[in-house]
C-alpha cells in the first residue's frame, strides 16, 4: 500500500458544529502532516507529527486540535471554525530517513 | 525563515515541447528541495527531489537542476504532453527544520495541443 487516504473527501459544518478529518498510511512513515491549501494557493504547513509525537504547531488556532492515535492515523479536529478556514485540507506522511513527503487528496471543508 | 518563490504564474507551451519551471529560494540553510505537481481536486504528487550537494537529478522525462550560487532551481520536462497541464510547485527545507516544507507560490503549465 503506498498511499495516503483522507476522509472525507468533502464536508460542510456550520461555525458551531465539531467535526473530525481523518488521515491514513500504511507505509510504515513515523511522520506525518497536516497542511491547509486555499484556492490557487500553494500548502501552508499547520502540524508535524514524528513518532506519534507533535513537534511542529505552526501557530495554529486552537479551533484546530490534531491527534496522532498510532503511526498510522492522524485525525483534525475542528471545533468553533469560521468561514475564512474554508479550505483543501491535506495530510502527508514521510518514512524515517526518507525526507519526500507523500500527499493524500485532501478534504474538502466548507464553513457556513 | 524559509522562503520560496516562483518566477511565472502561467507557462503555456505547445505540446512536445520542452518545459522550463523556475524557482528562486532565500534561505541559504535550505539543503532540500522537491517538486510537485498538482491537478485540479487532487492532492501535490511527487515528481522529483534534489539535495543540495548535487546540481542536477534526472527522472523520467523530468530533470531538476540546483544552483546553490544564485539560489535557483528549475524543473524541465521533456515532451510536455497534456497530461503534464497542471500547477507545479517546488518547495524547501533546511536540516534544522528538515520535516517543515514550504511551499513557492506555484506556477500552472498550459499544455496546447
Known amino acids: 500500500d503506498t498511499e495516503v487516504t483522507q476522509t472525507p473527501k468533502h464536508l460542510v459544518m456550520g461555525m458551531t458544529n465539531k467535526k473530525s478529518l481523518k488521515c491514513e498510511q500504511h507505509?510504515?512513515?513515523?511522520?506525518m502532516y497536516w497542511y491547509k491549501q486555499k484556492a490557487k494557493k500553494p500548502p501552508e504547513l499547520m502540524f508535524v507529527?514524528?513518532?506519534?509525537?507533535?513537534?511542529i504547531n505552526e501557530s495554529v488556532p486552537s479551533r484546530f486540535s490534531p491527534e496522532c492515535p498510532n503511526s498510522s492515523l492522524l485525525n483534525l479536529h475542528l471545533h468553533a471554525l469560521q468561514p475564512e478556514d474554508s479550505a483543501l485540507y491535506l495530510c502527508?506522511?514521510?518514512?524515517?530517513?526518507?525526507?519526500?513527503?507523500?500527499f493524500g487528496p485532501g478534504t474538502r471543508l466548507t464553513v457556513l | 525563515g524559509e522562503s520560496v518563490g516562483l518566477h511565472l504564474p502561467t507557462l503555456s507551451v505547445q505540446e512536445g515541447d520542452n518545459s522550463i519551471i523556475n524557482c528562486a529560494y532565500s534561505?541559504?540553510?535550505?539543503?532540500?528541495f522537491i517538486w510537485y505537481k498538482q491537478e485540479s481536486g487532487k492532492g501535490p504528487q511527487f515528481i522529483i527531489d534534489i539535495r543540495s550537494n548535487m546540481d542536477k537529478r534526472q527522472g523520467q522525462r523530468v530533470t531538476v537542476l540546483l544552483n546553490k550560487t544564485v539560489k535557483h532551481l528549475s524543473l524541465q520536462i521533456a515532451a510536455t504532453q497534456p497530461g503534464d497541464s497542471a500547477v507545479y510547485f517546488c518547495a524547501g527545507s533546511s536540516d534544522t527544520g528538515r520535516r517543515a516544507l514550504t511551499f513557492g507560490s506555484g506556477t500552472r503549465l498550459q499544455v496546447q495541443p
Open positions: 534561505n541559504s540553510a535550505s539543503d532540500y
Open positions: 502527508a506522511s514521510s518514512g524515517p530517513g526518507n525526507d519526500e513527503q507523500f
Open positions: 507505509m510504515g512513515h513515523r511522520a
Open positions: 507529527y514524528s513518532y506519534e509525537k507533535l513537534s
